[in-house]
């Protein structure tokens, strides 16, 4: 079965520093994996995605995640927090033979102090 | 802006009462996904619509059916609606493998 496991429900960083957010995957070939943002009462926002490509992936507002297939992980980093980064972030995978699906992780919750 | 809209924003509903809840998709997508967010929870998989038809579906109970028109925008129904289904519903449109989700709709019943 595939699914996804973030490994921390709540991470705070002071802004200006560094920002990783844990994902670990298991799938039994190779899945195409997403973040995305979810700020209070609003939708979800897709930061980025990987799809086979370039393992290093770079998304929206400065965000990167980098696909270890040998660590099965697809950590999520920006090298400095602003802010407005303040939000649920959300590590997914698709499951192409269930039509698509999107199994989310249970999310991570960034703060970031002043 | 994804492009993906939904209505209503907010609603609010009794048990054992029958709700609609509407996605109008992308310009483009013929592929609308429907998930649940209970409140502090990771988004649950309820179904998905392509082309008009049902091309997968999440363990949720029958009371929980949709439809997709023509023009691939889509209807989420709940029958007998229980306290448990309070949450955030989204829709989400894609033509390939990445989804694009609306802003919500999230129902309350009490």
């Known amino acids: 079965a595939q699914s996804v496991t973030q490994l921390d429900s709540h991470v705070s960083v002071s802004e200006g520093t560094p920002v990783l957010l844990r994902c670990n995957y298991s799938?039994?070939?190779?899945?195409?994996l997403f973040w995305y943002v979810q700020h209070p009462n609003k939708g979800l926002q897709l930061l980025l995605k990987y799809t086979s490509a370039a393992t290093l992936v770079k998304g929206i507002n400065g965000f990167e995640a980098e696909f270890k297939k040998s660590e099965t992980s697809f950590h999520l980093t920006k090298p400095s927090a602003h802010m407005s980064d303040a939000a649920e972030y959300f590590c997914v995978v698709n499951l192409y033979n269930q039509g698509g699906k999107l199994i989310f992780g249970q999310g991570t919750e960034l703060s970031v102090k002043p | 802006e994804t492009g993906v809209t939904q209505s209503p924003t907010h609603l609010i509903k009794t048990r054992g009462q029958q709700v609609t809840l509407r996605c109008s998709s992308q310009s483009g997508h013929n592929t609308v996904s429907w998930y649940q967010q209970a409140l502090g929870q990771g988004p649950q998989f309820i179904f998905q619509?392509?082309?008009?038809?049902?091309?997968g579906r999440g363990n949720f109970p029958p009371r929980f059916s949709g439809l997709q028109f023509p023009n691939y925008s889509s209807e989420l129904n709940v029958n007998a609606l229980e306290l448990d289904d309070s949450a955030l519903y989204l829709c989400?449109?894609?033509?390939?493998?990445?989804?694009?989700f609306g802003p919500g709709t999230r129902l309350l019943v009490l």
């Open positions: 799938s039994s070939y190779s899945p195409s």
């Open positions: 619509y392509y082309r008009e038809e049902e091309n």
């Open positions: 989400a449109s894609s033509s390939g493998e990445t989804q694009y």
